[in-house]
């Protein structure tokens, strides 16, 4: 599974610092204008307990986590829908992963003064500039398209929805009103072609170094404006270059370093989980002697399906399944004692995978 969350901002915010210290990578981080010019990609793992402890309790000699894609994308400028900058190439670059990681710097620096708010509704400005070029474009193409299906209903209906739906998310788009330009996307009813504003986002103010002692960020002021506006569960406060640091320490150091600063978790962490949790994805898990496997899936898929993720031919030739749930790991402790409590059950191909699921797929080609 293709699983991409991109990094956007205006230049100079700390985006590839915050993707060097995400991802444990080393691309350029200078502080200049389009520093990063083609995207950088990189994998990584999605921290999770209930593996080593499974692998733990199987005696598992590899462990393989469930991992997410990020993607550095080069910073935009006012005037990117219309190619200043490296404009387009970027727009292009933001179609393609499917959650939006906005990093909007929080603390004053050489480059001025900080407005977060200003700084974002810029980016989706262009967002948006871009997005109603796409919408004339796909309606002017089915205006023309209405001739030829004057003796299909259905097609014609599917049309009519998805020009309505087109006009209505315009208009939302003068207003920059995101959440609604989100809602009629998801509730269309209708393939749509896809918009740069509709994709889920999240925000990473970044903060300064001195803001994580005794928790003085929850004062910063232009933190304070980005919370009243998207609220708590969408912004995600870190400090890029202390996470950045951390990673180049060793543990014991790291330790040291988060007590000195007095940081209770790594912002990384909550990075990771919320843009796992935003993708709208859970985590089944294939446990034996020899792998402990994590793998992602999203959510409200079957048991099939999940088993399509592992191999093809398991999905193909699919005949049912053995589960049971990571709880019932965490009460009983062995497979032995889970089957002896009845937790262990046989399930057919219609089953919904759950968040923290054993599978053991049975199958026939």
Not at 235 to 263: D, G, K
Request: proline letters at 3%; one cysteine or more.
């Amino acid at each position: 599974m293709s699983i991409k969350a991109g990094l956007v901002g205006l230049p100079n915010v700390g985006k590839s610092t915050l993707f060097n210290a995400l991802t444990n990578s080393q691309v350029p981080a200078e502080n200049y204008p389009f520093c990063t010019i083609d995207p950088h990609n990189a994998m990584t793992e999605v921290p999770d307990h209930r593996l080593d402890a499974m692998a733990k309790a199987y005696g598992s000699q590899k462990y393989i986590p469930a991992t997410v894609s990020f993607v550095d994308i080069a910073g935009l400028v006012k005037g990117a829908s219309q190619g200043e900058g490296l404009g387009n190439q970027f727009l292009s670059h933001i179609r393609e992963v499917g959650l939006i990681l906005h990093v909007v710097r929080c603390f004053e620096s050489a480059d001025g003064a900080v407005d977060p708010l200003d700084h974002l509704d810029i980016i989706v400005a262009e967002l948006g500039l871009k997005d109603i070029d796409s919408i004339e474009k796909r309606q002017a193409k089915i205006t023309s398209s209405f001739k030829a299906v004057q003796n299909k209903p259905a097609e014609k209906k599917a049309l009519e929805r998805e020009q309505t739906v087109l006009t209505q998310i315009s208009e939302a788009l003068n207003r920059q009103d995101i959440d609604k330009i989100r809602e009629l996307f998801e509730n269309a009813g209708v393939e749509m072609l896809p918009l740069l504003t509709a994709k889920k986002f999240l925000i990473i103010a970044n903060l300064a170094e001195q803001d994580f002692m005794e928790d003085a960020y929850l004062k910063n002021s232009a933190y304070q404006a980005l919370v009243k506006k998207f609220g708590t569960e969408r912004v995600i406060p870190i400090c890029a270059r202390t996470e950045y640091e951390l990673t180049q320490l060793e543990e014991s150091q790291r330790v040291e370093l988060m007590e000195m600063l007095e940081m209770k978790s790594r912002g990384l962490e909550t990075i990771i989980a919320r843009a796992y949790q935003e993708l709208n994805l859970i985590t089944f898990f294939t446990v034996g002697p020899k792998e402990a496997h994590a793998w992602p899936l999203r959510k409200g898929q079957t048991v099939r399906q999940a088993a399509g993720e592992i191999h093809s031919d398991l999905e193909r030739g699919f005949i049912c399944a053995e589960i049971f749930n990571y709880k019932d790991l965490a009460q009983y402790k062995t497979e032995a004692a889970i089957k002896d409590a009845g937790k262990m059950r046989t399930e057919g191909q219609n089953y919904l995978v759950q968040d923290g699921d054993w599978l053991h797929i049975k199958f026939n080609v």
